[in-house]
């Protein structure tokens, strides 16, 4: 059974610090791996998206890595801001050829205090 | 260009009446994926729809579940004879091309509540 594991499951931590949170999947064929920030009472928003021959992908402050034959993946927040206060969502796509079929991991709740 | 909108955006319904969640895609968006995020769970996958047909419906419940993507109007998520279980927030993303590699764009969920 396809599953994404995240941890921790909840994290605080100061303005200005930096983070790491973590990902394992079992999700096979593996297709491409996507972190999304998901705020309180909205819908997700697209991080990154990796696939198999990519093992980092950064967006700003964000910074995704892959690896593969672990399958394991990180995203690291660097400099936290009270904005980056939500939901971070890993999501493991299996399939190939193009097909998508997505697993979701239940998420890492980060609060970032002033 | 307007995100992808969804409404209504709060729905409460009696357990044995339909719901009818609508989705309008990104401009220029023919692929759309329904979501349902259960109270303290991680989302899970629906159904994948392209302009006039189902691609993937693997993740929707066989019964009182359907959706559609007519030509023309917003994609429609149905849920018939709604039960206390079938509360959840439901989110809607578009994509421009099939999301096997690309970005998907999320609304912003319809919260249903069923009495």
């Known amino acids: 059974k396809n599953q994404v594991e995240q941890s921790p499951q909840s994290l605080i931590i100061l303005e200005g610090k930096n983070c790491t949170l973590q990902?394992?999947?079992?999700?096979?064929?593996?297709?491409?791996l996507r972190w999304y920030k998901q705020d309180t009472g909205r819908g997700p928003v697209s991080l990154t998206i990796m696939t198999f021959s990519e093992n980092t992908k950064s967006n700003g402050r964000y910074t995704a890595t892959l690896d593969a034959d672990t399958k394991q993946s990180s995203l690291h927040i660097t400099a936290s801001q009270l904005s980056d206060s939500a939901s971070y969502i890993c999501?493991?796509?299996?399939?190939?050829?193009?097909?998508?079929?997505?697993?979701f991991g239940r998420g890492t709740s980060l609060i970032v205090h002033p | 260009n307007a995100g992808v909108m969804q409404n209504p955006r709060h729905l409460v319904r009696r357990r044995g009446q339909e719901a009818r969640l609508r989705c309008s895609p990104m401009?220029?968006?023919?692929?759309v994926y329904w979501y349902r995020q259960l109270p303290e769970e991680g989302l899970k996958f629906m159904v994948y729809?392209?302009?006039?047909?189902?691609?993937?419906e693997s993740g929707m419940p066989k019964e009182r579940f359907s959706a559609e993507f007519p030509k023309e109007g917003p994609s429609i998520l149905r849920i018939q004879q709604v039960v206390r279980g079938d509360s959840a927030a439901y989110f809607c993303a578009s994509s421009p091309v099939e999301a096997s590699t690309d970005t998907q764009y999320f609304g912003p969920g319809t919260r249903l509540t069923v009495l």
């Open positions: 990902c394992n999947y079992t999700v096979s064929p593996f297709s491409n």
């Open positions: 999501v493991v796509s299996e399939g190939s050829g193009g097909s998508y079929i997505p697993t």
């Open positions: 729809l392209q302009k006039e047909n189902i691609i993937d």
């Open positions: 401009k220029g968006h023919s692929h």
